[in-house]
């Protein structure tokens, strides 16, 4: 297929280097027009600044290679196709999504102008693996990680030496960004991590204080790397990581009602405590590393995977509360907040989502005394605690002498949970 005019519309894959899409058109096209649309209806949480870094960074890269970055305001598809009438454009190109959201997107737009999907959101297509014994998707982690790492995988793409993007267009201003965001911050963090942490990712990925993971998921939440890049960095337990990653996009493409609806019903019964979840959003529960995570959350927008496990356990296994409410808050603060990732991983946690044992608790004394054995992360954290011996392995529950200006432990009505 040669093409005259194709705008390339840019979503949560913010980068130059292996763009199935973008490389397509400049293969395939006399003009190429990348486009993004912000659209003020759709909540990007705390992520605002840091998808406008992205942008920012991404539209250098493009004027570098000869083209830019159009940005236009308003719902997606009316702007797109009012800019394709406006340059005579004959197709969009764009990479395929998964969310409710991006897919009714897509679906609206075909019906407007010619549409060509390409992969790049996940290293694998959420629709290429199958199970054998029937079914459109995996439900089980393991038997998925089997056949993905035997999946055929396409080649990893250069960035585009030229993108010819016409003169003649009003670029559009970018909004105000942090210094975070974007490509060339991502391309940098990953070879600083992996030349210092990669080799030994498996010992430390659990340690809270060590914090030796690669925070590189808001950079993947906005597409700053290609998965498939990252996943050829020679490391099993890295990629098994990544894994998880396409796991719940295989899921969320089967189910996308993923943030709303419990994949399995289980019949619970949740309470209504607006107290208690005001007290866990604040950090204010009185169980030191449920305070830790909660509040490293606040303050960074990010937590750490071992944290998110703690604290998203304690709010529906302890307080009982819908993991909807407490999903919500995640997906307001982190940078790295994905419907497929946060929804995903909140279901698994709360028992009607894909863990193969549902009733699953993570017991906050046990996990800090093993994943925070000096109590430097519930310190860094909680400076109310900085100076209390063991504060992080304290059960303040059975204590009668609270630390001063630290919360007493929520008390739930009811028979005390086994949980401590
Ligand atoms: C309740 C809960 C909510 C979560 N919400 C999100 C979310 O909104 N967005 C998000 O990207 N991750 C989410 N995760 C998964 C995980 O906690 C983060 O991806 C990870 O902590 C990011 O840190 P990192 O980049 O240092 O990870 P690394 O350990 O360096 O892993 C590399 C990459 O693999 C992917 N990954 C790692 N663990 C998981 C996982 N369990 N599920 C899916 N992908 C994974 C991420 O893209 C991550 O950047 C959630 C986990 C839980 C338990």
Known sequence: MVVDTVIVLFNRDLRVHDHPALSAACGRARRVIPLFVLDPVVPSGR??????????????SLRARGGDLILRRGDVVTETLRLARETAAEAVFTSADVSELARTRQRRLSDGIELRRFP???????????PTGGGDHYRVFTPYWRAWQRAVRRAVLPAPGHVPTPSGIHPGELPDGDRQGGETRARERLRAWSSRHLSHYAEGHDDLA????????PYLRFGCLSPLELSTLANDDFTRQLCWRDFYHQVTFAFPRINRDDYRARGHQWRDDEA???????????????????RQLLSEGWMHNRARLITA??????????WRSGAAHFFDLLLDGDVADNFGNWQWVAGTGNDTRPNRTFNPILQARRFDPEGCYVRAHVPELADVPNAHVHQPWNSSTPVRGYPSPLRIPGPEPTLF
């Open 313 to 322: 356990s304690y709010l529906v296994k302890h307080l009982k509360i819908d």
């Open 47 to 60: 992520r605002g600044p840091f998808l406008a870094a992205c942008l920012t960074d991404l539209r250098d």
């Open 120 to 130: 790049g959101v996940t290293v694998v297509p959420p629709d290429l693996l199958r």
């Open 210 to 217: 060590g914090d030796t993971t690669s925070r590189l998921s």
């Open 276 to 294: 208690a979840l005001q007290a866990w959003q604040a950090g204010q529960t009185g169980v030191p590393i449920v305070d830790a995570g909660m």
